[in-house]
């Protein structure tokens, strides 16, 4: 583990009554990579991260991310260490406003006291504007700001995939976890996407790590990527190796994915 | 552990040292009839959530029904025990279908919280509907047996308890025949696995979960005749704390399993009797409810469930 | 700026509604049926709030919310007669003590979902009611005798503020983290929301004005006994919050305010009155089952520029 890694992960795996869905991964992360996950449906993907951000503990296995051990702690702690992820399947707050969606990932940031809100004290007032300021500015990044009062239930697809990722930056992560960011986006989306990615990338000093079924962004984008298959890793290595590996053309074939790319 | 709770403890202790043995059995055979009238009532529970994930709140209300069937039945129109029986099955399995054709079916696509205040509104609509009708005075069933109790190598039974057994037992295994062996059961089998993929295979969902709910019904339907005869009598309410009992024991077999609840029912009838043979009568509600927080505590799943969790 | 302008607009037509009653009353306009209604009306304003902040704010679906009026009830009852304490600090007391039931309840009991939940809340409120069904010194089942403490002034100020603290609480980050938690538990979770501290606090916070609501309650009714306080009386807190929206704090007072009324109109006959409350319970999750105003407050109503969401004071 040299100074620049990011995210150790050593030997992590884990099972649901018996059967194991993901074992003995080995993966590094260093400072500033963007590293994509790939692998064909149910190799394990989303349960790594599952099990990355928290959600799910492993039964086996080490992760450290930016020296402190993560196993075992709840996903808000993990979050609040610096991990933040996106969804596969959108989960955005339906019913709160665009704004607030955002400000709910930069409470933990925020310091003043339940107490404070109640008797409207000075520092509430302070503290929630700055909210507002903040969140406001992560929106107009993503272009986002002029539905800022809009119900996130009501934006288009490609907006609410937007906003899940402008709510995940607003939590102020060192690494960011993409799950299937430009699922179900049509090739100018992706396309605007990927600029995006990059964009957020330098502007906020991040490292990123993201699964990915579209091919093209992810061999365009990714330095590296890891292959994952039947919960195993198979390959690593950039997207060159990677294009050429037989394991993963094995892994691969009869899904039309490598033939795109 | 609270004082008064250490106190509890200690006069446990007393209370059953002076118990002897032979009460004990004569208890447990009380408790084993009392829990087998819940295990009735957690069936219809279990097998209705197994299906459509509802707690069917008014579940309790169709047992209610079923006793008030039964009393008419004897009383007013002198049927014999058995007739009554049936006619309280029938009237009640179709009572059951018609609350779930009017009332649940719309909420197949709603949230579960949805679901639930309805079933509870369903609920209050039946016990304040029969208040208003026939006001809230129980009414007094008849004795079945002359003679109370029979002497059984020394132990005195009630022969209430042994026939409230003896119907249980029939129907329960009859509900094991129609759900391992018959079309329909396995029909409902099928769609509480998974419904769309049921649906898919040709099978009418709709009809499946009528099924479930009349043939759950016909058992609350039982179960409130012989809650009758065990309590000799019945009123607008009684269904609502046995009903909720009944729910405890479903959770406490493991929900949606059907020998879950005839395991969790007889379990929660025989705790009840031994917490009032100790003394604690007052507190035999209370039992129920502790053992509900406590299994929802340590093992949510239930006795025989597995564990389950949310996709992510 | 704007907002405290709405506020102290707010606050000035409390005190007219407050003025207005006390005139009501001390000119001997009404009486003292009606006067019962009024105070009534404000507790169960305080029960409908306060279990709006842990179903319609936190989505913690709990039905059990008559075992903290109970305990409110109860505790307040034996500082004032028993231990001759004055009528305020009784109060307190009650909800003091509410509140750490709500802890004890909620922190085993809000990690489960949906319906175990409330079969779990509904179960702490029987054990909480037969506990004082089995304690002489209140009682027992025949009750415990109460002087009447409460008046018109007591009941409107409890549910005042019972409404700007809930209001104030839901308006702010903390408020947020909880609505988070009703939209997504996941994925609050993952945006580094500690939800079981915030479900608690809910819980706690809800907890804590049905005791108010209790000591009030219980000093206004000359008697109180176990019966009061069983599952009916979570049902009917229900109501008020499922009927008005889940979500919208106007809407849980607003058929608070009209429910007490239809009760008190319908008072001599409670089969109808139950029928008819089941069955509009029954009609609005049938084709309405967000409630009557769903998640949106009452002034949302009237403002045409805002298309939702939550206003929040900066």
Redesign the interface.
Known sequence: MTNNTLLQVENMGIQFGGLKAVQGVNLYLNNGELVGLIGPNGAGKTTSFNMLTGVYKPSEGKIVFAGQTLNGKPPYKVTQSGISRTFQNIRLFKDLSVLDNVKVANHWLAKHSILSSILRLPNHFTSEAKMAEDATAFLKIFGLDRYKNELAKNLPYGMQRRLEIARALAAKPKLLLLDEPAAGMNPQETRELMELIAFIRKEFDLTILLIEHDMHLVMGICERIYVLDHGQLIAEGNPNEIRSNPKVIEAYLGEEVVENA | MGASEFALFFSVKEAVKGVKVMEWIQQLINGVSLGSIYALIALGYTMVYGIIKL?NFAHGDVFMIGGFIGFYAMVRWDMGFIPALLLAMILCAVFGVIIERV?YK??RN?????????A??????I???V??FRGAQPEGYPDLFVEKNITILGVQISKTSILILAVSIVLMLLLQFIVQKTKIGKAMRAVSHDADAARLMGINVDNTISATFAIGSALAGAAGVIFGVYYTKVDPFMG?IPG?KA??AA?LGGIGIIPGAMVGGMLLGVVETFVSALGFS??R??A???I??LI??FR?EGIFG??T??K? | MKKSKIFWSYLILALVIYAVGQALISLNIIDMYYKNMLITMCINIMLAVSLHVVIGVTGQFSIGHAGFLAIGAYVSAIFTMKLGMPFIVAILVGAIVATLAGLIVGIPTLRLKGDYLAIATLGFAEIIRITFLNIDYVGGAAGMQVTQLSNWTYAFFAALITIIVISNFTKSRHGRACIAIREDEIAADAMGINTTYYKVTAFALGAFFAGVAGGIFSHNVFIIQPSAFGFLKSFDILIFVVLGGLGSLSGAIISAVLLTLVSTYLGNFPETRMIIYSLVLILVMLYRPTGLLGTKEITDLFKSKKKGGIDHDQ
Do not use: H, Q
């Open positions: 707690i009332a719309r909420l709603s949230t579960r919280i949805a679901a639930l205040i309805t509870i509104g369903v609920s209050l609509l016990e304040y509907t208040v208003f609502i909720l729910f405890v959770v007052l507190w509600d209370a129920a409810f502790i509900l927080i929802l505590i949510p597995k564990n969790r949310e992510v």
